[in-house]
């Protein structure tokens, strides 16, 4: 992909994803999490897994899957810790999801990244890649605390909220990320996760041809090769009526 600012889009692809996120529904009011002691863990288990993904064709390194990998369909999940849209997902619609749809069976959601909006996005990108590779192994839902908690400390666009230093030590108060070794991850291996973080969006819009904007949703059925584009933080019910008719097909 072309280099601009970010290292990730064209400028003029940037400037329109920066269009979209900003276009997609209306921002929503939070509560921050104290501690990350106040962050739940999602209703169903995160697992490292390889291969790639039936229909679609996509690689499930470096990328954290929750729920059964085997499960009816496949919901590739693009966000950036930085968009509050991408915060109404995670905190309104994704529960939903999670508590019915991952749980029965019907959908796994795998997630990637994908940093619009500037150089702190990517930074977070980096550091979530890392809090992964080090608890993949032996705490693979460590990774699910330390993502939910960051969007609980979302605030302004690349604000001090979201700093190296200030991730790192997000990732340091969540229990079960080791975090000196997320510390060494993103010192030495920058050059790795940055490209990680930088595959991910190549897949969104290099691969899918996806318009920029955040988040973005690939539904897929693997059994049918079948899929459905969803953009912004729509409420479950759209993303319900996709998988209906993906299995309807």
């Known amino acids: 992909m072309a280099d601009d600012t970010s290292g990730l889009l064209t400028r003029r692809r940037a400037l329109a994803g920066l269009g979209g996120v900003l276009g997609l529904g209306a921002a929503g009011l939070y509560l921050t999490a104290d501690t990350a002691a106040d962050v739940d863990d999602y209703a169903a288990d995160l697992s490292p897994q390889s291969g790639r993904s039936g229909g679609l064709g996509i690689d499930y390194a470096d990328r954290p899957v929750l729920g059964d990998a085997d499960a009816d369909l496949r919901l590739f999940a693009w966000s950036d810790y930085q968009c509050p849209y991408c915060r109404r997902f995670e905190e309104e619609t994704l529960p939903a999801l999670v508590e019915r749809d991952v749980l029965d069976g019907t959908i796994a959601v795998v997630f990637l990244e994908l940093p619009l909006?500037?150089?702190?996005?990517?930074?977070?990108?980096?550091?979530?890649?890392?809090?992964?590779?080090?608890?993949?192994?032996?705490?693979?839902?460590?990774?699910?605390?330390?993502?939910?908690f960051v969007f609980s400390k979302q605030g302004p666009e690349n604000g001090e909220w979201a700093t190296e230093s200030n991730l790192l030590s997000y990732a340091a108060a969540v229990d079960g990320v080791p975090s000196e070794t997320v510390r060494r991850l993103v010192a030495d291996d920058r050059d790795a996760l940055t490209a990680s973080v930088r595959a991910d969006a190549s897949v969104a819009f290099d691969d899918l041809e996806l318009e920029p904007g955040a988040p973005l949703f690939a539904l897929s059925n693997p059994s049918t090769g079948d899929w459905r584009e969803i953009r912004g933080a729509q409420p479950v019910q759209t993303f319900r009526d996709a998988m209906t008719a993906l299995r309807e097909k």
């Open 117 to 148: 909006l500037g150089d702190r996005s990517l930074t977070a990108g980096v550091v979530s890649k890392a809090v992964w590779r080090a608890v993949r192994d032996d705490d693979p839902n460590a990774w699910g605390r330390f993502h939910r």
